[in-house]
């Protein structure tokens, strides 16, 4: 597995997640020009590539034909990856949709949810509570949403790193709801809108 991401506890802690799921695992520098990425992926040809979605756009460009890195898996993190995006670079790297697993998190408070292919729908993390809440609660200066939106809401009391009380991250999701997931109660939404503020 190949970590090619930017700063954060994602690309501090990734080549440890990668040693303990028993993964050989390299990473590269987003400070390097993108030819050296390149370099990097064709040498080590990994399996799965771990990176953000504006990163591996510069991949795809500068690569001509990503199909050649062998690539079989491909999980993002720390941007908005919309259905139609994550299905073109299926077809780029020649892989189905399902191997692509986009997540998000952010850094204040590290992974919140990962899309569910089977559920066509965002699952909130284990060890987080979310609450979806009008911007009425968040005080003046944010226009109403409409109905089906609001801004996530996060309490995490059981993780040992970021944990956190109403952590407001000011991202919209649209259908935040609760429904069973392989019969256990579990927090969903069905996409996320946009973000309207700075996070506090």
């Given at each position: 597995?190949?970590?090619?991401?930017?700063?954060?506890?994602?690309a501090?802690?990734?080549l440890?997640?990668f040693a303990?799921?028993?993964?050989?695992?390299?990473s590269?520098?987003?400070?390097?020009?993108?030819e050296?990425?390149?370099e990097v992926?064709?040498?080590?040809?990994?399996?799965?590539?771990?990176?953000?979605?504006?990163?591996?756009?510069?991949?795809v460009?500068?690569?001509?034909?990503?199909?050649r890195?062998?690539i079989?898996?491909?999980i993002l993190?720390?941007?908005?990856?919309?259905?139609?995006?994550?299905?073109?670079i299926?077809?780029?790297?020649?892989?189905?949709d399902?191997?692509?697993?986009?997540?998000?998190?952010?850094?204040?408070?590290?992974?919140i949810?990962?899309?569910?292919?089977?559920?066509?729908r965002y699952?909130?993390?284990?060890?987080l509570?979310?609450e979806?809440?009008?911007?009425e609660e968040?005080?003046?200066?944010?226009?109403?949403?409409?109905?089906?939106?609001?801004v996530?809401?996060?309490?995490?009391?059981?993780?040992e790193?970021?944990?956190?009380?109403?952590?407001?991250t000011?991202?919209v999701?649209?259908?935040?709801r609760?429904?069973?997931?392989?019969g256990?109660?579990?927090?969903?939404f069905?996409?996320?809108?946009?973000?309207?503020?700075p996070?506090l």
């Amino acid at each position: 597995a190949l970590a090619d991401m930017g700063t954060g506890h994602a690309a501090g802690t990734a080549l440890q997640v990668f040693a303990k799921m028993g993964l050989a695992g390299e990473s590269v520098s987003f400070e390097l020009p993108i030819e050296r990425h390149l370099e990097v992926i064709d040498a080590f040809r990994p399996d799965v590539l771990y990176t953000m979605p504006s990163l591996l756009d510069r991949i795809v460009q500068a690569a001509g034909n990503p199909q050649r890195f062998g690539i079989r898996k491909i999980i993002l993190v720390g941007e908005i990856a919309p259905p139609a995006w994550r299905g073109k670079i299926a077809r780029l790297f020649s892989i189905g949709d399902t191997d692509i697993l986009d997540t998000y998190g952010s850094i204040e408070i590290g992974t919140i949810a990962a899309y569910s292919h089977r559920l066509g729908r965002y699952v909130v993390a284990e060890g987080l509570h979310a609450e979806g809440v009008g911007t009425e609660e968040l005080g003046e200066g944010f226009e109403r949403l409409p109905p089906g939106e609001h801004v996530l809401v996060l309490t995490s009391l059981l993780r040992e790193a970021f944990p956190a009380v109403r952590f407001v991250t000011y991202d919209v999701v649209r259908d935040f709801r609760t429904m069973p997931v392989d019969g256990t109660p579990r927090q969903t939404f069905e996409s996320i809108v946009k973000r309207i503020g700075p996070e506090l």
